[in-house]
C-alpha cells in the first residue's frame, strides 16, 4: 500500500472533519502553529493541505485572518 503524504493526510482529515460536523461552514480552522503540534509536521505540508482544500472549494483563506470552512454552494 503507498504511503500517503503528510498533505494528502491532514486534508483528509480536515475533510472528515468537515463532512461530519465538526467543523461546520463558517468556523475558523485551527491556526498553522496548532495544526502543525497536532499533526506533527513542518509548516509546508499544512500549508499545502490547505491549499487542496481551498482549491476543492471546502475552505478559503483569509489574507491575515485564516482558514475558513467554505459555505457550501
Known amino acids: ?3 500517503v503524504s503528510d498533505r494528502q493526510r491532514i486534508a483528509q482529515d480536515i475533510r472528515d472533519k468537515i463532512a461530519s460536523g465538526e ?3 463558517g468556523d475558523k480552522l485551527p491556526s498553522l502553529r496548532e495544526m502543525t503540534t497536532h ?3 513542518s509548516a509546508e505540508p ?3 493541505a490547505l ?3 481551498q482549491a476543492e ?3 478559503e483563506g483569509h489574507q491575515g485572518k485564516g482558514t ?3 459555505d457550501p454552494k
Open 57 to 59: 472549494g471546502l475552505t
Open 1 to 3: 500500500m503507498p504511503r
Open 46 to 48: 499544512v500549508r499545502s
Open 51 to 53: 491549499l487542496i482544500l
Open 39 to 41: 499533526y506533527g509536521v
Open 68 to 70: 475558513y470552512v467554505s
Open 23 to 25: 467543523y461546520a461552514p
